[in-house]
C-alpha cells in the first residue's frame, strides 16, 4: 500500500511539480495551498508525512511544526532559508529543512530517509516490548512426534498463504509459538511480530491498546497513540486468547479483517491496516457463538484456516528432546553441568501433562534447583503439580469393535510407559505374560 504524502505549498508551478515528482516515485501525494486545506486533508486522512513551505497565506508551518511532528515527519520548505531559521525549525521537530528550488533527486532522497526512520521507530518501540518477553520459538518445535511433523508441515503450507490463522488447543500447548513459526516463514518475517493477550485487559483499555487513541479521547490521554495494529504494519498481529474479547471489540475487529480500516479511539480518520492476523484460543469459540458470546461472522473470518495444537499427552516421544532442551537452557544456574536419569525419563513420560510445555518446563527448573549439586536428575527431584491426571479419549470415525478398542488402549498405554510392558501390565490389571500375548494377537511386538 503506497505511503500518502501530503505538499502544503503555496507556489502553485512548484506544488504541482512536486507532486508529480512523488506519484512518479508511486507514493499517494494530496496537494494543497494553504493550511485550510491542509488541516482539512490531516483530519480526514492519515498521512505517512507532511512536506510544508515556511510562509503560507494563512500562517507559518513553524508555529504549527511541534504538534504536527507528533503524528509524521515533516519537511520544511522555504526560499528565504537562515541558519537561525534551520536550527529553529530542527528544534521544533522537522526532519529535514531544505532550500528551494530543490533537486528532484535530494527531494526523493529526503523522503526515502524521514519514512525509513519514521518505520525505524516504530520497529523500535515494538521490539522493546518483543524482547522483555519473547521465549525461543523453537521450544514448540523440539522433538520427533508424528503429531509435530504434521503441524511443521501445516505450517510449511499456510505460511506464505498470507491468510487469516486460528490456532486451537490447550493452554501451554505452544499456541503463541506456532503463530510465530507461521509469521517467521511468512512473506512478512521481515516485519513486527506483535502479540496481544485478549484476556488482561478491559473493553476500554484494550481497545486503547490494539486500536490506538487520539489527545483527549478519555481522561488522561494527553497526547495521540499509537496502537499495536500500527505498530504490527506489514507484518503479523497474534490475537491470544481470542474467545476473551469484548463484544464491542469484537464488531470493530470484525470490521478490521474486512475492510482493512480502523479507527483509533476518539478519532475521526480511517487507517488501513497492513497486517495479518493470527489468533489462538483454547476455547471452543463455535460453542461460544451458539451460546450467543462471540460473534458468528467473526469467527467464521478468523477460521480461514485452523490449526490444532496437539496436547503433551499425544507427544510422548517429543518429552526427552524437551527436558533436554530445557536443562541446555535454563538461565539461572550454571554452576553445575546437569544431566537427567533414564528412569526420571520414564516417569516424565508416563506423566499426562495437563499443563503441557509450559508445566514440562517447570517441572524440569524445579528439578534442576532440588538436585541441587549433584549432576544428574532422578525420579525423587520431579516434583508434579497435584492436579488431577487427564484422561485421554479413544478417537474413532466409526464404532469401534472390542477388538478395535483394546488394539488402540494398548497402542495408547505402550506409548504413554515408553514400552514398558510391565507398567502396561499393572494399569491393565493384567500378569506381563498376558501383555506378551496381547501384544503378539495384535502384532505390536516391536513397539
Known amino acids: 500500500m503506497p505511503k500518502r504524502i501530503l505538499v502544503v505549498e503555496d507556489d502553485n508551478v512548484l506544488n504541482r511539480l512536486l507532486v508529480g515528482q512523488l506519484r512518479d516515485q508511486g507514493y499517494d501525494v494530496t496537494g494543497v495551498m494553504n493550511w485550510r486545506d491542509g488541516e482539512r486533508c490531516l483530519s480526514r486522512h492519515e498521512t505517512s508525512l507532511v512536506i510544508t513551505d515556511v510562509r503560507l497565506p494563512d500562517g507559518d508551518s513553524l508555529e504549527r511544526l511541534p504538534e504536527l511532528a507528533k503524528s509524521q515527519p515533516v519537511i520544511v520548505l522555504t526560499a528565504f532559508g537562515s541558519v537561525r531559521d534551520a536550527v529553529q525549525a ?130 488522561g490521554a494527553d497526547k495521540q497513540k499509537r496502537g499495536l495494529i500500527e505498530g504490527a504494519e506489514g507484518g503479523t498481529l497474534f490475537l491470544d486468547e481470542i474467545g476473551e474479547i469484548e463484544p464491542g471489540i469484537q464488531a470493530k475487529l470484525l470490521r478490521v479483517l474486512e475492510t482493512g480500516v480502523f479507527r483509533r479511539l476518539g478519532g475521526t480518520r480511517d487507517l488501513q491496516a497492513n497486517i495479518r492476523v493470527v489468533a489462538a484460543t483454547n476455547r471452543d469459540l463455535a460453542q461460544l457463538c451458539e451460546l450467543g458470546s462471540f460473534r458468528a461472522d467473526l469467527y467464521y473470518r478468523l477460521s480461514a484456516f485452523v490449526i490444532d495444537t496437539p496436547p503433551l499427552r499425544e507427544r510422548r516421544d517429543d518429552i526427552p528432546y524437551l527436558a533436554n532442551h530445557f536443562i541446555r537452557n535454563h538461565n539461572f544456574s550454571r554452576r553445575i553441568n546437569k544431566s537427567i536419569a533414564a528412569e526420571a525419563i520414564r516417569k516424565l513420560t508416563a506423566y499426562d501433562w495437563p499443563g503441557n510445555v509450559r508445566e514440562l518446563k517447570n517441572v524440569i527448573e524445579r528439578a534442576i534447583i532440588l538436585s541441587r549439586d549433584t549432576s544428574l536428575i532422578r525420579p525423587e527431584h520431579l516434583a508434579f503439580d497435584n492436579r488431577p491426571a487427564v484422561k485421554f479419549n479413544l478417537k474413532f470415525d466409526h464404532d469401534p469393535t472390542l477388538e478395535e478398542l483394546e488394539l488402540e488402549y494398548v497402542r495408547l498405554l505402550l506409548s504413554k510407559f515408553m514400552g514398558h510392558r510391565g507398567k502396561v501390565a499393572e494399569v491393565m490389571d493384567v500378569s506381563e505374560r498376558s501383555i506378551y500375548r496381547l501384544l503378539k494377537r495384535h502384532k505390536l511386538e516391536e513397539l
Open 90 to 219: 530542527m528544534k521544533a521537530g522537522a526532519f529535514e529543512y531544505l532550500l528551494k528550488p530543490v533537486s528532484p533527486d535530494e527531494l526523493i532522497l529526503v523522503v526515502q530517509r524521514a519514512l525509513a526512520d519514521a518505520l525505524l521507530r516504530i520497529d523500535h518501540q515494538v521490539c522493546r516490548h518483543q524482547l522483555q518477553a519473547r521465549e525461543a520459538v523453537s521450544n514448540f518445535m523440539i522433538g520427533v512426534s508424528t503429531p509435530l511433523n504434521r503441524i511443521k508441515e501445516v505450517i510449511k503450507h499456510v505460511a506464505p498463504a498470507d491468510i487469516t490463522v486460528l490456532i486451537q488447543g490447550e493452554s501451554g500447548s505452544g499456541k503463541e509459538l506456532v503463530a510465530r513459526a507461521i509469521h517467521d516463514q511468512s512473506n512478512r518475517a521481515k516485519r513486527n511480530f506483535v502479540a496481544v493477550d485478549c484476556c488482561t485487559l478491559q473493553e476500554k483499555l484494550f481497545e486503547s491498546e490494539l486500536f490506538g487513541h487520539e489527545r483527549g479521547a478519555f481522561t
